[in-house]
């Protein structure tokens, strides 16, 4: 079945940098790829996703990559800000069948102003 | 429209007791999970359905049993509560089609078992 490995597993960062979470899959038949974030105390909240047939997804300060042929993807926060401080999760899964996501262990982001 | 609504919130329970964790969805979704969250252990799947009437065993099932009798509620029981299972549960549902569909999280429900 997939595995998938996110690290680090804890960051911190000033106010304004940019902070990069990786995130690694096993099954090469997966092709969709969710980040969620949860604040503390909070539900975990889908921020962005990307599928297999395409390689960058943008919005505003967030960014996903997806390299499929080193089965590998990331996300890019710029100009972060202290209320992106948060843990944040990476998936994975297959379109096909009902296997459900599986889940990285998760980073915990702190922002420091 | 409240998405997916768990309870209860809180609950401590002693070693041996039962319990009842409820979850309800208004959005119609076809897919319902249960998750366990443990410090630095990400959320690891306990059990899901894929629509009224069934159920399937995620990543750690083993002492939790649960029901999809009705297509809006999924409920997780614990039939013999052991400190091991001291956690926060979360449920969520999506829409159809499985993996392809974003995941819509309950609240949590922080147990302790004592």
């Known amino acids: 079945g997939e595995n998938v490995e996110q690290h680090p597993s804890t960051l911190s960062v000033q106010e304004g940098d940019s902070a990069v979470i990786k995130c690694t899959y096993s099954d090469s038949a997966s092709n969709y790829f969710p980040w969620y974030k949860q604040e503390l105390g909070k539900r975990p909240q889908l921020i962005i996703d990307?599928?297999?047939?395409?390689g960058e997804k943008k919005d505003q300060r967030i960014a996903v990559t997806l390299n499929k042929t080193a089965k590998h993807f990331s996300l890019h926060i710029t100009e972060t800000q202290p209320e992106d401080s948060a843990v944040y999760f990476c998936a994975g899964g297959r379109n096909s069948g009902n296997t459900p996501l599986v889940f990285g262990k998760g980073t915990r982001l702190s922002v420091i102003a | 429209n409240a998405g997916v609504t768990q309870t209860p919130k809180f609950r401590v329970l002693k070693t041996g007791q039962s319990m009842t964790l409820l979850c309800a969805q208004d959005?119609?979704?076809?897919?319902m999970y249960w998750y366990r969250q443990d410090p630095g252990m990400g959320l690891r799947l306990i059990h899901y359905?894929?629509?009224?009437?069934?159920?399937a065993k995620g990543e750690v099932p083993d002492g939790y049993n649960v029901s999809r009798l009705k297509k809006q509620n999924f409920l997780l029981g614990l039939e013999s509560a052991a400190p091991s299972q001291t956690s926060v549960y979360f449920c969520a549902s999506s829409l159809t089609g499985g993996v392809n569909q974003p995941q819509h999280f309950g609240d949590g429900t922080r147990l302790s078992i004592l």
């Open positions: 359905s894929v629509g009224e009437g069934t159920t």
């Open positions: 990307i599928r297999s047939n395409v």
């Open positions: 959005m119609n979704h076809e897919y």
